[in-house]
């Protein structure tokens, strides 16, 4: 199955991400990742743009086709990109789920954003103007809401695990 996660910066998305990944022996295709490898190479000529997207699809689709279960990471802002997370597990033949990961503390968020310390060496994270300011289009309402606010990274990746399972069984 492919497990499509969105959320804005400092929700815990990774966090949780790395969790389910770990717990379910799952590939985790993480665009962040993606992005500042592109960057680091020298050879773009402007700005990232979507590539970091497209070739998270291109690895996602190609585990999904091995059998193997994909976490993919991203903010997934807007609803084209998570239309083209749909279709790499439509074209691979695998079930697709979506977790939006959601901090409805605005302070909590916002101490979470500031306070952070980047995982991916030179990859610069969003200020909180930044992230409150970004175009975050609405879900359709088929997605599971993981909300960060009151509940710890390790709660909510057992909740989710347990929710997939079910799921699938």
Known sequence: MLVIFGGLPGS????IALLLAERLQAVHVRVDT???ALRDSGMLKAEVGP???????????????????VIADSVNPIQ??????????????????????VCSDKAEHRRRAETRATDVEGLVKPSWDEI?????DDWSGRQIV??????????????LVALLRRDLA
Not at 54 to 69: K, P, Q, S
Not at 132 to 136: A, L, M, Q
């Open 12 to 15: 815990g998305k990774t966090t």
């Open 34 to 36: 993606i992005e500042q």
């Open 51 to 69: 590539a970091g997207y497209i070739a998270a699809y291109g690895v996602a689709e190609d585990n999904l086709r091995l059998g193997r279960t």
């Open 80 to 101: 084209v990109t998570r239309d083209a997370w749909l279709q790499v597990a439509k074209r691979a033949g695998r079930r697709a789920i979506e977790v939006e990961v």
């Open 132 to 136: 409150v300011n970004r175009t975050y």
């Open 146 to 159: 993981v909300d960060t606010a009151y509940k710890r990274a390790d709660d909510a990746a057992t909740e």
